[in-house]
Structure formats: structure tokens, C-alpha cells
């Protein structure tokens, strides 16, 4: 898949569970389209039909780490190909909540599966594509464990003990680390309302978003 420039704008939201990064994508999208701007708001595992069944597969089903991950970049695949590629084209803004960062941090980190692998796989299946900004919500695995405590019931990923989330959340950093310019870091343990702020003049500082006031942040 080619990565040529595309008129569009690709952000992505990335955080071990629990972290809260959800909770602040609704606002966002509605930020952009408060400028006149349409967006495709979408996610990983899925984004279509065919992603979806492959996600309920990955977050549901036991499997090793290798059948994990191709089955991950199979929809990743599925998704841009169908989705995040044809909305970038057309000038959209694709939010996309969770990408393939989430892969090295959860497959990489967490499963502790071989990082070359990953990277193969990231360009086989991707190109040269990755996103114009991250927006990664970094918050201590103990605090999300516990937000997660009080939440539905797990998931397969959600279930796994503390030591993961921790493997996880080291592998984001070094991520973000290796892709400084790409990513933007939260402060994820802020009360929620600090959250949101340091989101909207983050995405502000970097020409994505326009006035503050208009976004309820003086």
C-alpha cells in the first residue's frame, strides 16, 4: 500500500485500557466538525464489516500471540483499504481510536512477541502509512486498573493482570519515544475536565483545530 500525501488529516488515539482516551475522542470529532470539517470517526480492531468479525475473534477467542497479530493487520489491512485511505483522499479527517502504535505496545509489549515481526508486518500491510499525530493517553497501569474494576465486563485484554498493562504501557512509551514528532502526550491521571483541555490546546497548537474560546477552553 503506497503513503503518499493525501489532502486529509489521520489522527489517532492510543492508551492502555483504562486510560480514558475514549472518553475524549467524541469531543474532538465534534470539534472538527464544529469547523466544517468531515470527519470519519472509526476504530481499531474494526472499522468494517469484515474487521469487526476479525475484532470479536481477537478480543474473544484464545489464540497465540502470531495468529493475534496477523489476524490484527489482516483487519488493519481490510480498514485502510476500504475506509481510512478512500476518507483521506476525499480531504476527511479520520479519527481512528486505537492503530497500529497499539499493536507494538499490546502484541509487542504485553504478549512480548517479536518486534521485527511486528515491523514486517506494519510495512507489508501499511506502507510508509502512519498517522499525522497520536494523541496517547499515558496514565499509571495501577490507576487504570482500578478505573477498570468498576467497568463491564472484560474483555480478554481488559482480564490480563496488572504485569501486562505494565509491559503495555513501557512499550507505548518507547514508542512515543521513537515517534516523538508523531505523538502527543496527556497526562491521563488529570481530572477529566484537564484532560479534555490539554487535548483540544494540544490539537490547537499544531494548526489542527482553531480558537480555544470557540471550544469552551479561556
Known amino acids: ?26 469531543a474532538t470529532v465534534a470539534s472538527f466538525r ?3 470539517q468531515v470527519v470519519c470517526q472509526t476504530r481499531e480492531p474494526g472499522g468494517t464489516p469484515l474487521a469487526e468479525k476479525l475484532r470479536a475473534l481477537v478480543l474473544n477467542d484464545a489464540m497465540d500471540p502470531l495468529t493475534e497479530a496477523l489476524l490484527i493487520f489482516a483487519a ?3 480498514h485502510l483499504k476500504q475506509v481510512i485511505e478512500p476518507a483521506l483522499s476525499r480531504g476527511e479527517v479520520v479519527v481512528c481510536d486505537r492503530f497500529t502504535d497499539a499493536t507494538f505496545a499490546y502484541q509487542g509489549g504485553g504478549r512480548g512477541f517479536d518486534l521485527r515481526t511486528l515491523a514486517a508486518l506494519e510495512t507489508m500491510v501499511q506502507g510508509a502509512r502512519q498517522p499525522d499525530a497520536t494523541v496517547w493517553f499515558d496514565l499509571d497501569p495501577a490507576i487504570a ?11 480478554r485484554f481488559e482480564s490480563q ?8 504501557a513501557h512499550a507505548y512509551a518507547a514508542r512515543a519515544q521513537s515517534s516523538a ?7 491521563a491521571a488529570q481530572a477529566r475536565e484537564a484532560v479534555a483541555e490539554a487535548v483540544m490546546q494540544a490539537l490547537v497548537s499544531r494548526g489542527y483545530l482553531n480558537d480555544l474560546a470557540r471550544h469552551g477552553l479561556k
Open 1 to 26: 500500500m503506497t503513503a503518499s500525501k493525501s489532502p486529509g488529516l489521520f489522527i489517532t488515539f492510543e492508551g492502555i485500557d483504562g486510560a480514558g482516551k475514549t472518553t475524549h475522542i467524541e
Open 34 to 36: 464544529a469547523q466544517g
Open 76 to 78: 488493519r489491512r481490510d
Open 145 to 155: 486498573a482500578a478505573r477498570l474494576a468498576d467497568a463491564r465486563l472484560p474483555d
Open 161 to 168: 493482570p496488572l504485569a501486562f498493562f505494565q509491559a503495555v
Open 181 to 187: 514528532g508523531r505523538f502527543i502526550r496527556i497526562d
